[in-house]
């Protein structure tokens, strides 16, 4: 599967924005998504997940109503949207999906993943 995140760009502190991830194939709804992202100079780290059926979702502690991801099988999209964005969530955003059966999965693991896409990247200004 290809993905495609769109929706990046430069925000104000404060502000709102809605990612997206396109995918491609015809089987999307199979797959587990997520979101992770990297700030210059650290490491990646998770920012939320959501099972093929959109029935489970996971989020980082530091996310938690703030971001909401959903996604929309009929379209083969995932969306992230961030409110309340705060200057330290600027980072690159990928996005990432898994074939393997969720109820195994590690959903906050990078090594869960077995596609990624090549990243959006997000600026808040303060």
């Known amino acids: 599967v290809q993905l495609v995140e769109s929706g990046g760009g430069l925000v104000q502190a404060g502000g709102s924005l809605r990612l997206s991830c396109a995918a491609s194939?015809?089987?999307?709804?199979?797959?587990?998504m997520a979101w992770f992202r990297q700030a210059p100079g650290k490491e990646r780290e998770f920012v939320a997940a959501?099972?093929?059926?959109?029935?489970?979702?996971y989020y980082a502690d530091s996310m938690k109503g703030r971001f909401t991801i959903s996604r929309d099988n009929a379209k083969n999209t995932v969306y992230l949207q961030m409110n309340s964005l705060k200057p330290e969530d600027t980072a690159v955003y990928y996005c990432?999906?898994?074939?393997?059966?969720?109820?195994?999965?590690?959903?906050?693991?990078?090594?869960?993943?077995?596609?990624w896409g090549q990243g959006t990247k997000v600026t808040v200004s303060s």
């Open positions: 194939g015809r089987t999307f709804s199979t797959y587990g």
């Open positions: 990432a999906a898994t074939s393997a059966y969720y109820s195994y999965v590690r959903p906050d693991k990078i090594g869960s993943y077995d596609y």
């Open positions: 959501i099972s093929g059926s959109g029935g489970r979702t």
